[in-house]
């Protein structure tokens, strides 16, 4: 058996929802959900309720256009006791990239240099509030997610692929002010 490596890979592996390719600017928050785990790679929003408007600011999942947006929970070291099956549990703190490029698992089919939208509401089997997809997708009554400023797909993907997606939160602040 030889000790010695004799082929090497020539591209890497496409990594895991909220991989970090670049990032530019972020931020450490609080996951201030009663019950909900936060999946890497989703968008959160600041949580307004009196306890966190102060330092350590919480997140919360977005429910709402006008929620305030912090960013995209990007993949960091995190202890294991701070995870659960699908996430960060509540009360721990959470990586929020503000500006760069993040690895994310879209809903639906996207394009190239689209904008994303980011969910607020459930509908059919996308449940998840705070994923990205590359439409608004109106239930009937009421449109199910929101155009995320300042972000675009890196390149085209089907529902359920991992895309590159480039955020800069400084578009959203400044929409929301």
């Known amino acids: 058996m030889s000790l010695y490596q004799y082929s090497v890979p020539t591209q890497m592996d496409t ?19 009663v019950s909900a785990q936060m999946p890497f790679g989703i968008v959160v929003v600041q949580d307004k309720s009196s306890t966190y408007l102060a330092d350590p600011q919480g997140c919360v999942l977005p429910t709402a256009a006008a929620d305030t947006v912090l ?6 070291d995190l202890p294991d006791t701070w995870l659960g ?5 509540p ?6 990239v503000q500006a760069g490029e993040v690895l994310v698992r879209t809903e639906s089919a996207v394009v190239k240099g689209a904008r994303a939208y980011c969910r607020i509401l459930a509908y059919g089997s996308n449940t998840q509030l705070g994923s990205i997809r590359g439409d608004v997708d109106n239930n009937g009554s009421a449109d199910t997610a929101f155009v995320l400023k300042g972000s675009y797909f890196m390149h085209s993907a089907a529902a359920g692929a991992l895309v590159w997606l480039r955020f800069d939160d400084a578009a959203n602040r400044a929409a929301q002010s």
């Open 91 to 96: 009360t721990y703190p959470v990586h929020v």
């Open 15 to 33: 990594g895991q929802p909220g991989t970090i390719r670049v990032e530019e600017k972020y931020t450490s928050v609080v996951n201030t959900e």
């Open 85 to 89: 099956t699908t996430g960060v549990l």
């Open 71 to 76: 960013g995209i929970i990007g993949r960091s």
